[in-house]
């Protein structure tokens, strides 16, 4: 069956550094991953979209990977903020032809940025 | 004003009580979909609708039933509820397209004593 992981639950950085969280997916081929950032009690909200003929997506100081053959994306936050603490979660559609509303969603990975 | 709105916010109830959360929008899109999260195990799909006419089931249906009653409107119903169904509950809606980029709701906290 379809696989989504999140290497890591927790992520913690000092401000400044850059931010790398990876997403692996298994058993298939998404034509497209989505990042989401989720605040606590509140709903996650879209931040970048990455096809799968895109090598690289930028917006501002994020930036997402995503390498078809090795099935994986790395989202980067350069010069983090504590602003930029929360969980970001990988979203990978689920392939050609795929229903059961088209995301699957990661468990997500909470990021700490200390001051 | 909220494109995606959820009521309640928060609801406490009892074993076997029956409970209606519903979801409106303002977005005008097409796809809606009703999610639960719960700590460690990620958000979880529960029922998906791509329109009006459409009800699908997703991943864990069972014990939830759904009426989609307007394209803006998604109700999510829990006919019997027991302890294991305390989560947070999320509405989320999508365009109809190659992407489904969804867009959720604040959120139903859900406890079942």
């Known amino acids: 069956s379809q696989k989504i992981e999140q290497n890591s639950e927790a992520l913690n950085i000092q401000e400044g550094k850059t931010a790398t969280l990876t997403c692996n997916y298994t058993?298939?081929?998404?034509?497209?991953l989505q990042w989401y950032r989720q605040d606590p009690g509140r709903g996650p909200v879209f931040l970048l979209l990455i096809r799968e003929n895109e090598k690289e997506k930028r917006k501002e100081r994020l930036k997402v990977t995503f390498d078809t053959t090795l099935k994986q994306s790395l989202f980067h936050i350069t010069a983090s903020q504590p602003a930029d603490s929360a969980t970001y979660l990988c979203?990978?559609?689920?392939?050609?032809?795929?229903?059961?509303?088209?995301?699957?969603f990661g468990k997500g990975t909470k990021l700490s940025v200390k001051p | 004003d909220a494109d995606v709105t959820q009521t309640p916010r928060n609801r406490i109830t009892k074993t076997g009580k029956r409970i209606m959360l519903e979801c409106s929008q303002t977005k005008g899109h097409d796809r809606m979909y009703w999610y639960r999260q719960d700590p460690g195990l990620g958000l979880r799909l529960i029922y998906y609708?791509?329109?009006?006419?459409?009800?699908n089931k997703g991943e864990i249906s069972d014990g939830y039933s759904v009426s989609r009653q307007a394209q803006a409107k998604f109700s999510l119903s829990l006919e019997s509820a027991i302890p294991n169904q305390t989560a947070l509950y999320f509405c989320?809606?999508?365009?109809?397209?190659?992407?489904?980029?969804?867009?959720f709701g604040p959120g139903t906290r859900l406890t079942v004593l």
């Open positions: 609708s791509f329109d009006v006419k459409d009800i």
């Open positions: 979203a990978p559609g689920r392939g050609y032809g795929g229903s059961q509303g088209n995301l699957i």
């Open positions: 058993n298939y081929s998404p034509a497209y």
């Open positions: 989320a809606t999508s365009v109809a397209g190659a992407t489904d980029t969804q867009y």
